[in-house]
């Protein structure tokens, strides 16, 4: 019988062992195990200091799968002095919340002792479920922590988010994942320390560049190939080992094994992609070619042609993103190999079309002055007007359908940013009519 038949692989659960996953089982413990997010919990960081001193107020985190939201969550259960409670907004309801808040109350009361609230996909709350928390939050009854991957600004209620701190979690690195995968392979306690393995030669930064920042992808995928590669034995090891080869990786981590090395199909893609911007439509087909042929997954080719339609062309040709939503839309419901037609015509529209890059340039500015924040309220009179009390000076909301030219001047912009201008029409195609329109309506090409 084989070393990993006598040994039972186990986690701690209330000082019980019990069969984990291997990424569960890793889980980093404390703050100095904690992988990646150095801009929220680095040294000096803001958020680190406030687990750190058992201050962290109500707060959101929100990021893509397997950057380390519910192990922060866990980290700081283990570091704080409160009591830690933890529900599914998927599984629990309004009754599951009174429980939580009625204990919470009896725990201040008795014990003086504050309680965390972990909520996992917070933003499947319904309104009624989060009006339910409110005021435990106002009062500092619970401290709430959502997580989520989706933006709450939109998918959860206004109340929650603005009685809490948001902090954004990003995908984790190529390196900050292969930093998981090696632990895993070192610890003796949790993971594969005890085993003899080796790993081929980009075995892991494999499983590390496919898994895209998730680390629960990644040691999944390092669990499978472990279990299922057989004990070998020869003469240059004293006793058996286990040896991870790349095709173990790649059939692991349950992505299309590329039929090119994965380095040069990052290459590939970039090169189609400054084809199409270069208005190369001969290297640009070249590479398209090549990868359809080394067998990427044709989705991955028409996500960016789409994001290059808007980024790249953008209004100087409009017609640009209507050939891109087009050959998706072929690709859905035509399927390969008969989407490939489109999805060239696509890439032929874009690498013909005037360019321009004014639309990523007026979001660029305007996300900059929406991350700075500093907002005075949203003027009374561009308010919703179903619920808005009106006074006798307010300013009255112009329709510009009652005017000549179906437009009228007033003030969009709120107080304090009436200067700013974000989009600035190019020279190009399309965008030579979106000048002139401009002027006529205000006098200025690119200012109301």
């Known amino acids: 019988m084989s070393d990993l038949d006598q040994q039972t692989l186990w986690s701690a659960v209330d000082g019980h062992p019990t069969q984990a996953p291997l990424a569960d089982r890793m889980r980093p413990r404390t703050l ?15 958020l680190r200091r406030a687990i750190l001193a058992d201050k962290l107020q109500s707060s959101i985190f929100w990021g893509p799968p397997g950057c380390g939201k519910t192990t922060l969550a866990g980290i700081i259960a283990n570091l704080t002095g409160c009591a830690f409670e933890k529900l599914n907004a998927v599984t629990s309801g309004v009754a599951d919340v009174r429980k939580v808040l009625k204990d919470a109350q009896e725990r201040r009361t008795r014990l003086g002792k504050a309680t965390y609230l972990l909520l996992d996909e917070c933003h499947r709350w319904s309104k009624a479920q989060s009006d339910s928390i409110l005021p435990a939050i106002e009062s500092g009854l619970v401290r709430f922590i959502g997580s989520t991957t989706e933006n709450p600004m939109a998918s959860m209620t206004p109340a929650i988010v603005s ?16 930093l998981a995968l090696t632990r895993a392979l070192a610890d003796r306690e949790r993971g594969y320390g005890r085993f003899p393995v080796e790993c081929e030669e980009g075995a892991l930064r494999y499983i590390a560049r496919v898994a895209d920042g998730d680390v629960r992808t990644a040691l999944s995928a390092l669990e499978l190939a472990f279990l299922t590669t057989p004990e070998t034995a020869d003469g240059q090891h004293p006793k058996p080992y286990r040896y991870l080869s790349l095709a173990a990786a790649q059939e692991s981590v349950q992505k299309p094994i590329l ?52 980024e790249d062309v953008g209004l100087a040709d409009p017609v640009a993103m209507l050939q891109a939503h087009a050959a998706a839309k072929a690709l859905e419901v035509v399927g390969m190999p008969e989407a490939r037609i489109p999805i060239a015509q696509a ?28 907002f005075s309220a949203v003027p009374e009179y561009l308010r919703d007007q179903s619920y808005a009390v009106k006074h006798k000076d307010t300013p009255q909301y112009l329709y510009p359908h009652d005017y000549p030219g179906h437009f009228v001047r007033q003030t969009y912009l709120p107080e304090g940013f009436e200067d700013r201008v974000y989009y600035h029409p190019s020279d190009q195609g399309n965008e030579i009519k979106l000048r002139a329109r401009m002027e006529r309506r205000f006098g200025g090409a690119e200012k109301p």
């Not at 100095?32 to 803001?46: A, H, K, N, P, S």
């Not at 009685?163 to 292969?178: G, T, W, Y």
């Open 32 to 46: 100095d195990e904690f992988i990646g997010q150095e801009t929220l919990v680095g040294e000096g960081r803001l």
């Open 163 to 178: 009685r809490c701190r948001v902090f954004a979690f990003q995908p984790l690195s190529v390196d900050d994942v292969l």
């Open 259 to 310: 039929k090119l090395d994965e380095d040069l199909y990052y290459d590939m893609l970039s090169a189609l992609i400054k084809s199409m911007r270069g208005s190369d439509v001969n290297a640009a087909l070249l590479w398209y070619a090549r990868l359809l042929y080394a067998g990427v997954d044709p989705k991955l080719i028409v996500r960016r042609v789409i994001v290059h339609a808007s």
């Open 347 to 374: 890439i032929i529209a874009i690498c013909t079309a005037e360019k321009s890059n004014s639309v990523v340039k007026a979001l660029g500015a305007a996300m900059a002055d929406a991350e700075q924040g500093g």
